[in-house]
């Protein structure tokens, strides 16, 4: 069982590019999200999914963007690179709320560490 | 507000020896809490969760926590530590409102284990 799988696990870019960080997971979870790593700031929500075809803001989304098409994929969009987004992203999925336990662990993938230069 | 404060953004003991990783929270009610490791390189995994049930929690790998509502504290100990144990911790509390998984995460306590 691979779980949640990030690409790519590096990445430098110049201020002002694109990109997109792809996050799939094969456990048939809808609820998905994705956060950001800074030194001693724990981790903070970005944007997260309840279910394909629906997403929503967390406490950090500003320069980023996301769309759920199927339940396994939950990419990340940077539309225009800044250094501030130099950080260590995170894709995490989890049980919705809709099977009743709302406490199931979230299952994390290993990461994408992003350098913006 | 939710908030989790880790007491400690470093701990260093010695292998064999007792590990003690503080957290506090704030809630007007009782929150779910969690606690999460993380070694280098790698995504969060789950060590143990709390939700209502028994106030002292076992998780993996000999970890265990303890639900203290009159202190408001969820600290994590382990009788023996391993070099294996070097990793960073965090404490994550759920709250139920609002759209989003309701997870505050702490700021995270990285453990140090001298040989």
């Known amino acids: 069982n691979a779980g949640v799988t990030q690409t790519p696990k590096f990445q430098v870019l110049k201020t002002g590019q694109s990109m997109t960080l792809q996050c799939a997971q094969d456990?048939?979870?809808?609820?998905m999200s994705w956060y950001r790593q800074d030194p001693g700031m724990g981790l903070r929500l970005i944007h997260y999914?309840?279910?394909?075809?629906?997403?929503d803001q967390g406490e950090v989304p500003n320069g980023y963007n996301v769309s759920r098409s199927t339940t396994e994929d939950f990419p990340l969009r940077l539309l225009s690179a800044a250094p501030s987004q130099t950080s260590v992203y995170f894709c995490?999925?989890?049980?919705?709320?809709?099977?009743?336990?709302?406490?199931?662990?979230?299952?994390f993938g290993d990461g994408t560490r992003l350098s913006i230069l | 507000a939710q908030s989790v404060t880790q007491l400690d953004s470093h701990v260093s003991v010695s292998e064999g020896t007792p590990v003690l990783l503080r957290c506090n929270y704030s809630?007007?009610?009782?929150?779910?809490l969690f606690w999460y490791v993380q070694h280098p390189n790698k995504g969060l995994q789950l060590l143990l969760k709390?939700?209502?049930?028994?106030?002292l929690v076992k998780g993996i790998n000999g970890f265990e926590a303890e639900f203290k509502k009159s202190e408001t504290s969820f600290h994590l100990t382990k009788p023996s530590a391993h070099m294996s144990d070097a990793a960073e911790y965090f404490c994550?509390?759920?709250?139920?409102?609002?759209?989003?998984?309701?997870?505050?995460f702490g700021k995270g306590t990285h453990l140090i284990i001298q040989p």
């Open positions: 995490a999925s989890s049980y919705s709320r809709k099977t009743g336990d709302y406490n199931q662990p979230q299952h």
């Open positions: 456990m048939n979870h809808e609820y």
């Open positions: 999914s309840v279910g394909a075809g629906i997403t």
């Open positions: 809630s007007s009610y009782s929150p779910s």
């Open positions: 709390y939700t209502s049930a028994a106030t």
């Open positions: 994550v509390v759920r709250y139920s409102g609002g759209g989003a998984d309701g997870l505050t």
